[in-house]
């Protein structure tokens, strides 16, 4: 029986960087799933990014390159990690 290598999952490359907790440089975004003011939630490959804060702008946003620079006031970076499956409506009014 003849061996057969499977390639691997590439995932994006993803990094955060921020700057005195105004400036939020992030990659390897796939989806901004909601924006405001004080919460912006996003979407990677394998992970999704809880930003929380206030006075937040999106100074920068690339879909194809998956960067995004947000400028405001910072106060929590939290990740939910694992394989991330995307709810419909349906399932967001009843779970």
């Known amino acids: 029986m003849p061996y057969e ?3 691997p999952i590439l995932t994006p490359k993803h990094d955060v960087s921020m700057e005195s907790r105004k400036k939020l ?3 390897g975004i796939v989806d901004v799933e909601s924006f405001n003011e004080d919460e912006i939630v996003l979407r990677g490959a394998d992970f999704v990014l809880c930003v929380r ?3 937040f702008r999106m100074e920068k ?3 194809d390159t998956g ?3 947000i400028k ?5 970076l939290e990740y939910e990690d694992g394989p991330i499956e ?3 409506l349906f399932s967001r009014f009843f779970s």
């Open 53 to 55: 804060g206030s006075g």
């Open 25 to 27: 440089t992030v990659s």
């Open 67 to 69: 960067d995004a620079v």
């Open 86 to 88: 995307k709810a419909g």
């Open 61 to 63: 946003l690339n879909v």
């Open 5 to 7: 290598e499977k390639a």
């Open 72 to 76: 405001g006031r910072v106060d929590l």
